[in-house]
């Protein structure tokens, strides 16, 4: 494989910044929820950064194919040190974290990654042979996983904290010496900018030999955009993929920030410690993903394997419609973790194969609107009281979803089974 000590470099540096930014976007939830009390202001302000990213994910993709994927890098991450840096700093100030603050940081995590990850995904790209393309997306997604599992373990001790004597740890009753006392959430911050600094200080010295050559464009932002767009006018079912197999991961993203703290305080009356055990459950199940999940659907298409990941979360959302058994939840989020990190390998590395590292940001921008437009709109119908209140309607609502994403993707699968690489279809 070329380019191997760019590729661990990065990947580093992506572990560092990501275990901090998943504490910090499992406390910001955890405390509208359960400090603030505020669930359906949470529910607003999501929709609202939500609602800007529409906007901001259309312009960051002509920033990715436009200038040096690692100066995109470095550039987030010290937005990302800044930022965190100085609302730790008004924590400490104030004695807590102004909740104008706390939105503020959500919004710039928020932001941050989803310029990050298409930066990630074209860069791996650019500098990965055609051949490797399934392997290093894998790898990609191991480590990103086992870095939510560990921020997930952190979170659950730092933001609960553990007294001194026998504790519950999954069942397993453990005697503890020492007391560890609840962070709060400028404590988070300070350490979220003190990784997004180390992250900039690793990705700093990189360097790498692209295995493609990207040509530079003219135009402004909205010429650039355009391109993107254009390109799947002759690429309709492309299109048509690259949306479908998005609906399991839009599911993830709102049951992560909106459904799951208030199901795990409201519905299973359980603490913060159950929410964060069930992301390190839910990354679990996305590393076996990444380990086994290329090898499983290896003779089949990577089509089919996304029909049968979102035929398989929507049979977990539906069990939830019953089920309020904390082990449930568990193995539900490891399944959940599973099926969403193999959808995603397998419609990367579907569509590495299928648009050209040319127009990838772009391409990927124009995904990224309908992913946008479906959260926005479930999570206006989910901030709504009887929703809040009647969890087993929102988990239908989201079962029925991934149900549709299967139907789609089996409607057009033999269109897209017989698919080439930039085919004009």
């Known amino acids: 494989m070329k380019n191997k000590p760019a590729i661990a470099s990065l990947f580093i540096a992506n572990t560092v910044s990501g275990m901090a930014q998943g504490m910090s976007m499992i406390a910001i939830p955890w405390y509208f929820t359960t400090l603030a009390h505020q669930e359906s202001l949470f529910g607003r302000i999501y929709a609202i950064v939500t609602l800007g990213a529409l906007f901001w994910g259309?312009?960051?993709?002509?920033?990715?194919?436009?200038?040096?994927?690692?100066?995109?890098?470095?550039?987030?991450?010290f937005?990302?040190?800044?930022?965190?840096?100085?609302?730790?700093?008004?924590?400490?100030?104030?004695?807590q974290v102004p909740i104008a603050l706390v939105a503020l940081v959500f919004a710039t995590t928020f932001y941050t990654y989803n310029i990050h990850y298409p930066a990630l995904y074209a860069f791996l790209q650019e500098i990965t042979d055609r051949e490797d393309y399934g392997r290093v997306v894998s790898?990609?997604?191991?480590?990103?996983?086992?870095?939510?599992?560990?921020?997930?373990?952190?979170?659950?001790?730092?933001?609960?904290?553990?007294?001194?004597?026998?504790?519950?740890?999954?069942?397993?009753?453990?005697?503890?010496?020492?007391?560890?006392?609840?962070?709060?959430?400028?404590?988070v911050f300070l350490l979220d900018g003190a990784t997004y600094l180390l992250s900039f200080l690793l990705i700093l010295p990189i360097k790498y030999t692209p295995t493609i050559h990207r040509h530079a464009e003219d135009g402004n932002a909205f010429q650039r955009l355009r391109v993107g767009f254009n390109y799947f006018q002759k690429r309709w079912v492309l299109f048509v993929f690259g949306n479908a197999a998005l609906f399991v991961f839009v599911t993830t993203l709102v049951i992560n920030m909106q459904v799951f703290p208030n199901f795990v305080k409201n519905d299973l009356h359980a603490n913060a410690n159950v929410y964060a055990w069930a992301e390190v459950a839910f990354?679990?199940?996305?590393?076996?993903?990444g380990v086994w999940v290329m090898r499983l659907f290896k003779h089949q298409s990577q089509v089919l394997g996304n029909i049968v990941l979102a035929s398989i979360s929507a049979t977990c959302f539906a069990v939830l419609i019953v089920s309020r058994s904390i082990?449930?939840?568990?193995?539900?989020?490891?399944?959940?973790?599973?099926?969403?990190?193999?959808?995603?390998?397998?419609?990367?590395?579907?569509?590495?194969?299928?648009?050209?590292?040319?127009?990838?940001?772009?391409?990927?921008?124009?995904?990224?609107?309908?992913?946008?437009?479906?959260?926005?709109?479930?999570i206006y119908l989910f901030s709504f009281p009887f929703f809040i209140q009647q969890v087993s309607y929102t988990f239908a609502v989201l079962s029925a979803w991934c149900l549709l994403a299967a139907a789609i993707l089996m409607w057009y699968?033999?269109?897209?089974?017989k698919l080439k690489g930039d085919e004009t279809s």
């Open 413 to 417: 699968y033999k269109r897209l089974v």
């Open 139 to 187: 790898y990609i997604e191991i480590q990103g996983q086992i870095t939510s599992a560990i921020a997930g373990a952190m979170a659950a001790i730092l933001l609960q904290g553990i007294p001194a004597g026998d504790i519950n740890l999954l069942g397993w009753q453990i005697n503890l010496p020492f007391s560890i006392p609840a962070w709060q959430l400028h404590h």
């Open 58 to 77: 259309l312009y960051s993709g002509t920033l990715v194919d436009k200038f040096d994927r690692k100066k995109i890098f470095l550039a987030e991450n």
């Open 283 to 289: 990354a679990t199940g996305a590393i076996f993903a």
């Open 327 to 378: 082990w449930v939840f568990y193995v539900l989020n490891l399944l959940l973790g599973w099926a969403n990190a193999g959808s995603r390998i397998m419609r990367t590395t579907y569509l590495f194969q299928h648009i050209p590292n040319q127009v990838s940001g772009r391409a990927n921008s124009v995904f990224y609107v309908i992913n946008v437009l479906c959260r926005l709109a479930l």
């Open 79 to 95: 937005m990302g040190t800044l930022v965190l840096f100085s609302v730790s700093a008004a924590g400490f100030w104030y004695g």
